[in-house]
T-cell receptor, first 114, second 110 residues
């Protein structure tokens, strides 16, 4: 069974530029999460989807971050415009059930904003 | 806001030594999970503990959930270089949302 796929794995951009990350969850997993992880720290939830509905986006900075999960499968996380402080690893995870249960993480996208 | 504090933040030991990592909170959790993350990869679930006082063993790893379900510990016996990584605890308040701890970076040298 294929795991959670994320792309790109690395991205370097200038500040104020836009950037997008893509996630393909494990087939059949209805719940999808986007996390932000700073170096050496634990992931922090940005948004959680149940199918195509964003059920928890309270931690998503909506002035510059947006996300979508069309058709309840793949998801895209966008930042526009990026700031220096956005440099981090962006992790996508999926789960077969509603709620945390067992989350399966992708390898993440490491973003560097110059 | 990180509600789960892990200690120590960093641990460097020799192969064969024992170690314990602690995960503490002032909040009660309905369950608590432990993950290990290697460089360039996402966290991988090791165990989920649900009942206060519960102890689970996974080969050389022993996980304990506090009686009050506010804290947990991970004990590794006879650490090996393959145990190197970032260890993360994550608590579930029952609102379908995991809160991750601050992380403990373990380095086991041959």
């Amino acid at each position: 069974e294929a795991g959670v796929v994320q792309s790109p794995r690395y991205k370097i951009i200038e500040k104020k530029q836009p950037v997008a990350f893509w996630c393909n969850p494990i087939s059949g997993h209805n719940t999808l999460y986007w996390y932000l992880q700073n170096l050496g720290q634990g992931p922090e939830l940005l948004i959680r989807y149940e199918n195509e509905e964003a059920v928890d986006d309270s931690q998503l900075p909506k002035d510059r971050f947006s996300a979508e999960r069309l058709k309840g499968v793949d998801s895209t996380l966008k930042i526009q415009p990026a700031e220096l402080g956005d440099s981090a690893v962006y992790l996508c995870a999926s789960s077969p059930h509603e709620g945390p249960d067992t989350q399966y993480f992708g390898p993440g996208t490491r973003l560097t904003v110059l | 806001t990180q509600l789960l504090e892990q200690s120590p933040q960093f641990l460097s030991i020799q192969e064969g030594e024992n170690l314990t990592v602690y995960c503490n909170s002032s909040s009660v959790f309905s369950s608590l999970q432990w993950y290990r993350q290697e460089p360039g990869e996402g966290p991988v679930l090791l165990v989920t503990v649900v009942t206060g006082g519960e102890v689970k063993k996974l080969k050389r790893l022993t996980f304990q959930f506090g009686d009050a379900r506010k804290d947990s510990s991970l004990h590794i016996t006879a650490a090996q270089p393959g145990d190197t990584g970032l260890y993360l605890c994550a608590g579930d308040h029952g609102f379908q949302k995991l809160v991750f701890g601050t992380g403990t970076r373990l380095l086991v040298s041959p």
